[in-house]
């Protein structure tokens, strides 16, 4: 049986149902909500660089086709990269995720908008007291617990608390009173699921090779999923993501005896059918890989129950990365090739044309 990994990390993947149940008993649902109502747009962006970005993919296709504002998912790295291109028209409302609230995307992100969108409100949602993001002036803010500040290099109940908070303030099929309640459960959930998580990856054998796959929400759920594998074994484990559908065409070329593949099981019914099929295929056609159909203890919306899927990548990724002699909270160390807080990016500015 594989030794556990005594790390930073291992500790904040464990913290996340005591987080989820504090914070979501805290979290004014309500009062959030009418300030969101009262900046009067008709599209929220949701922004962010790397897993901060997945937040928002998650949210966006989660709740897509509701009534109200359209939710559009667009990576703060795009946005800086060509500010013009994306920066204009009507006002929108941009809520930004960042775990430390100091990266250089982030920053980025504010100054393109003071130059080219001053009107557009801002909500930024960070893990970081002390952050840019939480003192620049023009925002409203919302901070998470320190608990969230993953000391570790992966994102791991950052993530997930974010995402928790930014589906509280824009799910309309969520009734505001209910919101602690749905944290509760879902913290319910993971205790009930993270003791079967640790002895899979204790008992599973070390892939080659990892694939997760999902529909709708769950797809970007699959994407922060394969992200936590490549970054913890500081890419010795290779690990790609795709929708259910989209991975017939050419990703399934990834897939050889030694790779493991997830399927991120959704709960909507004609989206399941597609899942199953998939599934009996990959079954058949790859006999040495071993598929994995993993199961929640009940039935949520496929947004929600992203956070309880990735926090199993959470667990596998970090068993594996300790098992490859890593160091779980800096899987780079030495290195200098990648950092906990993105580094060498410099900002240019930005100029109104």
Same mark, same amino acid.
């Given at each position: 049986?594989?030794?556990?990994?005594?790390?930073?990390?291992?500790?904040? @993947?464990? #913290? &996340?149902?005591?987080?989820?149940?504090?914070?979501?008993?805290?979290?004014?649902?309500?009062?959030?909500?009418?300030?969101?109502?009262?900046?009067?747009?008709?599209? *929220?962006?949701?922004?962010?660089?790397?897993?901060?970005?997945? @937040?928002?993919?998650?949210?966006?296709?989660?709740?897509?086709?509701?009534?109200?504002?359209?939710?559009?998912?667009?990576?703060?790295?795009?946005?800086?990269?060509?500010?013009?291109?994306?920066?204009?028209?009507?006002?929108?409302?941009?809520?930004?995720?960042?775990?430390?609230?100091?990266?250089?995307?982030?920053?980025?992100?504010?100054? #393109?908008?003071?130059?080219?969108?001053?009107?557009?409100?801002?909500?930024? @949602?960070?893990?970081?007291? #002390?952050?840019?993001?939480?003192?620049?002036?023009?925002?409203?803010? *919302?901070?998470?617990?320190?608990?969230?500040?993953?000391?570790?290099?992966?994102?791991?109940?950052?993530?997930?608390?974010?995402?928790?908070?930014?589906?509280?303030? !824009? =799910?309309?099929?969520?009734?505001?009173?209910?919101?602690?309640? $749905?944290?509760?459960?879902?913290?319910?959930?993971?205790?009930?699921?993270?003791?079967?998580?640790?002895?899979?990856?204790?008992?599973?054998? $070390?892939?080659?090779?990892?694939?997760? !796959?999902?529909?709708?929400?769950?797809?970007?759920?699959?994407?922060?999923?394969?992200?936590?594998?490549?970054?913890?074994?500081?890419?010795? @484990?290779?690990?790609?993501? =795709?929708?259910?559908?989209?991975?017939?065409?050419?990703?399934?070329?990834?897939?050889?005896?030694?790779?493991?593949?997830?399927?991120?099981?959704? &709960?909507?019914?004609?989206?399941?059918?597609?899942?199953?099929?998939?599934?009996?295929? !990959?079954?058949?056609?790859?006999?040495?890989?071993?598929?994995? !159909?993993?199961?929640?203890?009940?039935?949520?919306?496929?947004?929600?129950?992203?956070?309880?899927?990735?926090?199993? #990548?959470?667990?596998?990724?970090?068993?594996?990365?300790?098992?490859?002699?890593?160091?779980?909270?800096?899987?780079?160390?030495?290195?200098?090739?990648?950092? $906990?807080?993105?580094?060498?990016?410099?900002?240019?500015?930005?100029?109104?044309?």
């Amino acid at each position: 049986m594989t030794a556990l990994p005594q790390t930073a990390t291992w500790q904040e @993947i464990n #913290a &996340q149902p005591a987080i989820w149940r504090s914070w979501g008993a805290e979290l004014d649902i309500a009062g959030l909500r009418a300030w969101i109502a009262a900046q009067g747009v008709d599209e *929220i962006w949701l922004c962010g660089a790397g897993s901060s970005a997945f @937040i928002g993919e998650v949210v966006a296709s989660g709740l897509a086709g509701q009534d109200g504002p359209s939710l559009r998912a667009c990576a703060s790295t795009d946005i800086v990269a060509r500010p013009h291109a994306h920066l204009r028209g009507g006002k929108r409302l941009v809520i930004s995720f960042g775990r430390s609230g100091n990266s250089a995307e982030s920053i980025g992100l504010l100054d #393109a908008m003071d130059a080219l969108v001053p009107d557009w409100p801002r909500l930024n @949602i960070t893990c970081n007291a #002390a952050s840019h993001m939480a003192r620049r002036a023009g925002c409203n803010v *919302i901070v998470l617990p320190e608990a969230c500040h993953d000391a570790g290099f992966a994102m791991t109940s950052s993530f997930s608390t974010m995402l928790l908070t930014a589906l509280s303030l !824009l =799910d309309m099929a969520l009734p505001a009173q209910m919101g602690p309640a $749905r944290w509760a459960a879902l913290a319910d959930d993971l205790d009930a699921l993270l003791p079967q998580y640790t002895a899979r990856a204790q008992t599973m054998r $070390r892939p080659q090779r990892a694939v997760f !796959l999902g529909s709708g929400a769950l797809t970007f759920a699959a994407r922060e999923a394969a992200l936590k594998v490549m970054e913890l074994s500081a890419g010795q @484990i290779p690990a790609l993501w =795709d929708s259910a559908l989209g991975f017939r065409h050419g990703p399934k070329s990834f897939v050889d005896g030694g790779t493991d593949i997830w399927l991120l099981a959704s &709960q909507d019914a004609h989206t399941a059918a597609y899942e199953r099929d998939l599934a009996g295929e !990959l079954a058949q056609q790859f006999p040495t890989s071993t598929l994995h !159909l993993p199961a929640l203890p009940r039935p949520h919306t496929d947004a929600w129950a992203a956070p309880l899927y990735v926090a199993l #990548a959470q667990v596998l990724a970090a068993v594996w990365s300790d098992s490859l002699g890593l160091n779980v909270d800096d899987p780079f160390a030495g290195k200098g090739t990648l950092t $906990r807080v993105v580094a060498n990016v410099r900002l240019y500015p930005v100029v109104a044309r």
